[in-house]
Every structure is written in C-alpha cells, then in structure tokens.
C-alpha cells in the first residue's frame, strides 16, 4: 500500500494540480493508496503571496491571518469526512485561483453549502481549539518531514520500508517514476491508462523525479 502525504497551500495552482494528479494515480493504482493534503503554513508561503509587492508587517500579518482562516477551514470540513473535507479544498482553490474569488467568509460558507457540509456543525468546528490544534500537529508533520515548500509529497510505500520518499515535483509522471521505482506498477501501464503520450526525453538522459529518501 501507498501512503502519500502531500503538504499543500490552499491558494496555490501548483498545488491544486499536485492534488488531482495524487487522486488520478489513486484511481488508476490497482493497489491501495491511502493519501492526505496536509495544510502547511509558512514565512515563505506568505513571501510568495505578497511577492509582487513591497509588503508591509501590517499586509504580512494580514496575508497570515488569511492563509491561516482558510487552512481552519479545510480542517473544519475535514471533520465531516475526508472526502467532504477534500472536495471542500479543491473547491476553495477553484475559486481562489481559477474564479479570481477574493477569500472571505461569505464565500467560505458558500462553498461549504456546496460542499454538502452541516453549516452550522461546519461554523462552529471552524472557531474551534480543535481545528487549531490541527492546524499545530500538521505543522509539527511538517517539521519532522523536513518540508519547507507547498506542493511537495512524502510518499511510503509501507509494504517495502519504513522509509519515505520526498518528492517536490508531483507531476503524474513523477508519480509513476516512484510507483515503478518501488516495484507497484510499471509506468508503461499507469500512463496507458490514460492513453498519456510521454514526451521524448533529452538526449542521453531521462527523466528522474526529484527525490530524497527520509
């Protein structure tokens, strides 16, 4: 069985395309693949937001409390389920990045109401010490993982070791590269699936997916 975790920005595109091409392998693995998005905060995650700009303590701490707000969020909807809380997630990054929304709480229970949630179950999850406390035990995931950038993935493959993979490029193919990597699938198979046409390598050389051991 794959265990993935990916560590996501929940404004990020990168991520959002991170995220579906982990529910793609998922749904083309024949084997098992248990995966989780994991929020992640940082000061470079805030550097990158306010990039164009000269920011401000004042935007800095702004752009904080906003990750933050939206990150709570998502660990409200996760209470509900994982599938809710997920597609609640991809719903929110649509409307960030793709629809221009602007974050706020009108919107955030908008997209809870279409996510199916209990709004009332949902508002009062969102205030919570424990969706806090969820948001500092994902941190502290983090920490020990060694992650410093959003859209990267520590991927275990808990049938061969104990060890984990941190991958910072997940692309589909990167993907398949570690599932053939670690004996699941061959690579072939998994981009067939989905009648992928695989560009031609560099000459002399192919492609590897950036990974470390953990």
């Known amino acids: 069985m794959l265990e993935v975790y990916l560590f996501v920005n929940p404004f990020g595109a990168r991520c959002m395309r991170s995220e579906r091409n982990i529910m793609k392998l998922a749904d083309h693995l024949d084997s098992k693949v248990s995966f989780q998005f994991v929020p992640l905060l940082n000061q470079q995650i805030v550097e990158q937001a306010l990039a164009s700009v000269h920011p401000t303590l004042a ?4 752009c904080f409390k906003t990750y933050y707000q939206a990150i709570l969020a998502y660990k409200a909807a996760l209470f509900q389920g994982k599938r809710k809380g997920r597609n609640f997630l991809l719903d929110m ?15 955030t229970l908008d997209l809870a109401k ?5 709004l009332d179950m949902f508002q009062e999850d ?3 010490d424990l969706a806090k406390q969820a948001f500092q035990t994902d941190q502290k995931l983090a920490a020990e993982m060694k992650i410093q950038q959003a859209s990267s993935a520590v991927i275990f493959n808990c049938d061969v070791s104990q060890y984990g993979l941190l991958l910072n490029d997940v692309t589909y193919e990167a993907l398949c590269d570690v599932c053939e ?3 699941v699938a ?4 998994l981009m067939q699936e989905l009648n992928y ?3 031609a390598a560099a000459a002399g050389a192919a492609h590897r997916p950036h990974l470390h051991v953990l």
């Open 59 to 62: 935007q800095r701490n702004t």
């Open 114 to 118: 279409a996510s199916h949630l209990d």
């Open 93 to 107: 990054q649509t409307a960030i990045v793709n629809q221009h929304h602007t974050f706020s709480t009108a919107l």
């Open 186 to 189: 061959t690579k072939a198979s």
């Open 197 to 199: 046409t695989e560009p």
């Open 126 to 128: 969102w205030a919570s």
């Open 181 to 183: 990597n670690q004996g």
